[in-house]
């Protein structure tokens, strides 16, 4: 449990003269769901992006298991074990939910390209069992030969969640999974990922729903303005008088 | 990836094979069986098919193709004069050299996407084209095409000491015209079908999908897709220099004319029109097409009047006047008219079509159902 994951080391990121992320030094311990929160605006997704090779960070690099990811392609980042659930849903609307997760199931079996042009319909029953396997914990089995371009937008973010559940990353970043999702779906994927937490995956969580985030973290970090003004275990957090200030509101959650 | 089993894919070659065999039969009522255009039928399928691996599939629009279909044409006609009259080097040197031209433009242009991909392969296809003018006259013998001649070398066939007299394409001994030439087309048309079926249901057709529906998702889903689209772009570029050579075949010149930029908007008329993305949809298209250009090509104005004589002559005239800019050398007028009809109203092309008369045929006969039931429950009920 005690080495990292993810180590964010001394990012800095700029939009034009916007500080988007100041020196953020960040370790993601290996088998933990680390929360980070913060108010909107406060450079969350940005570092996600700098994490999966969407941006470029100014500079500072991202290290993942020991290897400095910063540079690399987007691809090359998955096939490392990195996976992400994006803020709005990023799926193939013109695939069915079954061939949405087996893409995904394929780029791990076989890597970044493969030429696999003669397989048989037999020797898809792997990935498609895999398939199968997680669009029913994420309760969408008897929608998979519908279109993705068909769901609410709830049912996209299951259906990206099982995209990368299927993948197995060693690190899952989960941008707001459950906005927009009822009560009851929200409560179901926090069992869905306490379940994979489990069996050891680590898992990098953005969220606004504090419910979600207490349910779930281990370790929490706050981040407001592009810095990190917070970091430490929920319930640590949760008394941190300027955490309170700039994002809680003031009140006990 | 559809969900096919092998017995649907074993049914649906069969179905398409034996419809390819005797199209010269169920084509006589159309007035279309004759060899000449049922070899443009067979040819224009292949590069329809191949056309779509790479529209269909990955979404790229390719404004180039024709180039690889010129390049097919030179390779072939080199072959016949180089080594052999037999079609079979002839048509392995044109795939093979368009696939290496293809893969050189493909790594050009597929660092673009979108109208920029389009613009790149249409700059590559005329750039050839207007090469194949000027620089590389010594290859491609410039305005007057490239001939077969008596003087060629034929190495293969000279040791074989054959006839003299410029010969003909042949198969090991059967000549490429006529019917034969239509069969020799038609059966590299099924493989070519077949192998396009493959890739549609294996997990390359369905990454190539994935790549047309959202291209960026790929890379985080740990995809690299340039290798995809290449080899797609390369499968096509192959295909339509299978269908160079055949053009070579069953006629042995090869003019730069098929380079231009015409040819390559034809093949997109021709997948959009049938259904880009369908498996039988291209080679639909491709008939159509060719089959739209001969009937309407060959119209002119005596032939209408002919068409009007049942009406009196001032009504006969008016609608000749009104017809004739519609046929003969305007027939793309026509083929506009029906690509602007097809394109507003089934944008998925004719398969669309056939699919939405399906989806009426189903409907019909399941509101037929409840009636007979109805019926049947009344008679009962009058039996009790």
């Not at chain 2, 004319?257 to 491709?286: D, H, K, N």
Request: hydrophobic share 50%.
């Amino acid at each position: 449990m005690d080495n990292a994951v993810l180590h964010i080391a001394d990012v800095n990121k700029s939009f034009g003269g916007l500080h988007a992320l100041s020196d953020i030094d960040l370790q993601v311990m290996e088998g933990t769901t680390h929360a980070i929160i913060g108010p909107n605006g406060a450079g969350k997704s940005t570092l996600l992006n700098i994490c999966i090779g969407r941006l470029a960070p100014d500079s500072g690099a991202v290290v993942f298991n020991g290897e400095v990811i910063t540079g690399k392609q987007p691809y090359e980042i998955n096939q490392l074990g990195v996976a992400r659930v994006f803020q709005t849903p990023e799926i193939f609307p013109d695939l069915t939910l079954l061939q949405n997760v087996m893409i995904p199931a394929f780029a791990r079996r076989d890597g970044a390209f493969r030429l696999n042009g003669w397989q048989m319909a037999s020797h898809q029953a792997e990935i498609m069992g895999q398939a199968e396997h997680w669009l029913e914990d994420v309760g969408l089995i008897g929608l998979r030969n519908r279109f993705a371009a068909s769901l609410s937008r709830g049912d996209k973010r299951r259906l990206e969640l099982a995209m990368g559940l299927v993948q197995h990353p060693r690190l899952l970043l989960l941008d707001e999974p459950t906005a927009g999702m009822s009560r009851h779906d929200t409560n179901a994927t926090i069992d869905l990922l306490k379940k994979i937490k489990a069996r050891g995956m680590t898992k990098v969580i953005i969220e606004h729903d504090m419910h979600v985030v207490f349910s779930l973290a281990d370790r929490i970090t706050v981040l407001a303005q592009g810095m990190i003004i917070a970091d430490g275990r929920p319930d640590e957090v949760r008394g941190n008088p300027v955490v309170q200030e700039a994002y809680l509101g003031g009140t006990n959650p | 990836m559809q969900m096919t089993t092998l017995r649907q894919e074993v049914l649906f070659m069969a179905i398409f094979t034996a419809a390819v065999l005797t199209m010269p039969f169920w084509l006589e009522p159309l007035g279309a069986s004759y060899p000449d255009l049922l070899q443009k039928f067979a040819i224009y399928g292949i590069f329809a098919i191949g056309f779509n691996i790479l529209f269909g599939l990955t979404g790229y629009l390719s404004f180039g193709h024709a180039a690889f279909l010129g390049m097919g044409s030179y390779a072939a006609v080199w072959s016949f004069k180089l080594l052999t009259m037999n079609v079979i080097p002839a048509v392995i040197f044109a795939v093979v050299l368009s696939g290496i031209f293809a893969a050189a433009i493909g790594y050009v242009s597929l660092r673009r996407s979108g109208i920029y991909f389009s613009i790149l392969t249409l700059a590559f296809a005329q750039m050839s084209y207007n090469l194949a003018y000027s620089v590389f006259t010594p290859i491609t013998n410039g305005e007057t095409g490239l001939q077969l001649s008596l003087r060629d070398p034929r190495i293969l066939d000279r040791t074989l000491d054959e006839a003299a007299g410029i010969p003909f394409p042949e198969f090991f001994g059967t000549e490429m015209n006529g019917y034969a030439g239509f069969y020799f087309c038609a059966v590299l048309l099924i493989i070519c079908f077949f192998i396009s079926m493959r890739i549609f249901h294996s997990p390359f057709g369905m990454t190539l999908r994935a790549i047309k529906s959202n291209q960026s998702r790929m890379g985080y889903t740990g995809f690299n897709t340039r290798p995809y689209t290449l080899a797609a772009f390369v499968i096509s570029g192959m295909y339509a220099g299978l269908a160079g050579a055949l053009l070579a075949v069953t006629d042995p010149l090869a003019g730069a004319e098929r380079m231009q930029w015409t040819a390559s908007g034809e093949v997109v008329l021709m997948t959009i029109l049938g259904g880009a993305g369908t498996l039988v949809g291209p080679v639909i298209g491709a008939g159509v097409i060719k089959y739209f250009e001969n009937i309407f090509s060959a119209y002119h104005e005596a032939r209408l009047h002919e068409i009007f004589s049942f009406m009196p002559e001032p009504l006969q005239n008016f609608f000749v006047t009104i017809t004739a800019p519609f046929v003969g050398e305007g027939w793309f007028l026509t083929l506009g008219l029906i690509f602007m009809l097809i394109v507003t109203f089934l944008p998925g092309g004719l398969m669309e079509g056939a699919r939405r008369l399906g989806g009426l045929v189903v409907r019909r006969k399941s509101q037929q159902e409840p009636d007979k039931l109805a019926t049947a429950g009344v008679g009962a009920q009058d039996h009790g």
